[in-house]
Nanobody, 117 residues
Framework: QVQLVESGGGLVQPGGSLRLSCAPS????????MGWYRQAPGKQRELVGI???????NYSDSVKGRFSISTDNAKNQMYLQMNSLNPEDTAVYYC???????????WGQGTQVTVSS
């Protein structure tokens, strides 16, 4: 069973940047869909963006132009570069992985991002 570990969260001032990492515990399928989600206090979990093994990347409107998803296949990691952060970006951020050939989804434990002065 694949385990995902997020890292890189923390406290940052408005306008600042953070980079989150998501590391699977083992090699994953060459054909995958991975994504970043976030959940703010009192709100439902929402999609931040997804990336597929074929190179498709989509972002939610709320982060488009500020956040960037990438993968390093050699390091078996996914990243979320977050720029121009604002307090509305405060949430627990989760990564998710699913093989293209499976309906099983794997989630990380989440990493807290707090944007505050």
């Amino acid at each position: 069973q694949v385990q995902l570990v997020e890292s890189g969260g923390g406290l940052v001032q408005p306008g600042g940047s953070l980079r989150l990492s998501c590391a699977p515990s083992e090699s994953i399928s060459r054909f995958y869909v991975m994504g970043w989600y976030r959940q703010a206090p009192g709100k439902q979990r929402e999609l931040v963006g997804i990336i597929t093994s074929s190179g498709l990347i989509n972002y939610s409107d709320s982060v488009k132009g500020r956040f960037s998803i990438s993968t390093d296949n050699a390091k078996n990691q996914m990243y979320l570069q977050m720029n121009s952060l604002n307090p509305e970006d405060t949430a627990v951020y989760y990564c998710k992985y699913r093989s293209t050939y499976s309906a099983v989804e794997y989630w990380g434990q989440g990493t807290q991002v707090t944007v505050s002065s």
